[in-house]
């Protein structure tokens, strides 16, 4: 069979078709971008100075620096993080490999809350490190460590799961050849392996950080809800919520939302130039 009746078999009906992306369109207008807009109209109902008043109070400023401040230490750690692990799950081979593919995925199947909850288990006043953390005057849970320990949980995965395919799929020819011609380990990385992943690397630290500002469970439980200390954004748009001052909530929420929007663009931007280098990439061979 040639390739044109191949494609000809495999066409899809342009009703079909229609059809497929009406409702992808359909659904996502509905879950996504409704909602999206209806959180803005919100936000902005009572006017632009009341907007802005709601975001400039103690509380929500302490909250936006919490919350940056916990992405710009979860980020970098995830970072280093997700490519040592990659490099070792895709270049190595060794006893309990699967097992720790299976352990990369947890923070993905455990509820955010239950991770919380470990925390708890473990930097509590009844936890295990209880008499080790009174004894040296350390405070975990109810402080901003406890905050970044169940944020780096959540989101370690990200990196690690964008890199270790991308890293299958590319081999190690090419650092082979790097080494046979005398290159160390590190010029190794720098040279060949860094630029091989910068794209899917970047692509999961972007996802990283946006999951780090938008979340909530795990937080929830270690933070204590103290206003102006422990409160991150999505605490903080809780609070509002619960004491009826939904004018600022949903202020503070498009806050959120517009840092998701921004996440988004930077997403989409890092996509169409991983697709640009292949491109240019593909053509030169």
């Known amino acids: 069979m040639s390739d044109h009746a191949h494609a000809q078999g495999l066409e899809t009906p342009a009703w079909l078709r229609r059809t497929l992306i009406g409702a992808a369109v359909g659904v996502m207008g ?134 270790v395919p991308l890293m299958q799929q590319q081999g190690s020819e090419e650092e082979v050849v790097a080494r046979s011609l005398g290159a160390n380990a590190w010029t190794m990385f720098f040279r060949v392996t860094l630029p091989n992943i910068k794209w899917g690397l970047l692509y999961g630290v972007l996802l990283c950080g946006a999951r780090a500002m938008g979340e909530f469970g795990a937080v929830s439980v270690v933070s204590g809800h103290i206003r102006g200390l422990t409160n991150t954004l999505p605490l903080h748009i809780e609070i509002l919520y619960n004491e009826f001052d939904s004018t600022a909530a949903f202020a503070v929420s498009s806050l959120l939302a517009g840092l998701a929007l921004v996440t988004l663009v930077l997403k989409f931007w890092l996509e169409s130039r991983h697709a640009d280098g292949l491109a240019r990439a593909h053509r030169r061979h």
């Open 30 to 163: 509905l879950l996504v971008v409704l909602p999206l807009l209806m959180v803005l109209l919100s936000a902005f109902g009572e006017g632009f100075a009341t907007w802005w008043a709601a975001l400039t109070t103690p509380d929500a400023i302490s909250a936006l620096n919490l919350t940056l401040l916990t992405a710009a230490f979860v980020i970098p750690v995830n970072a280093i993080f997700g490519v040592s692990a990659a490099w070792a799950l895709v270049r190595f081979e060794f006893r309990g490999k699967r097992a720790l593919l299976a352990l990369v995925d947890l923070p993905f199947a455990v509820s955010p809350v239950v991770a919380g909850l470990c925390l708890v288990l473990l930097f509590g006043s009844q936890g295990w490190f209880a008499d080790l953390l009174l004894e040296h005057d350390i405070r975990i849970l109810f402080a901003r460590p406890g905050i970044v320990l169940a944020t780096l949980f959540i989101t370690f995965p990200f990196v690690v799961r964008e890199l």
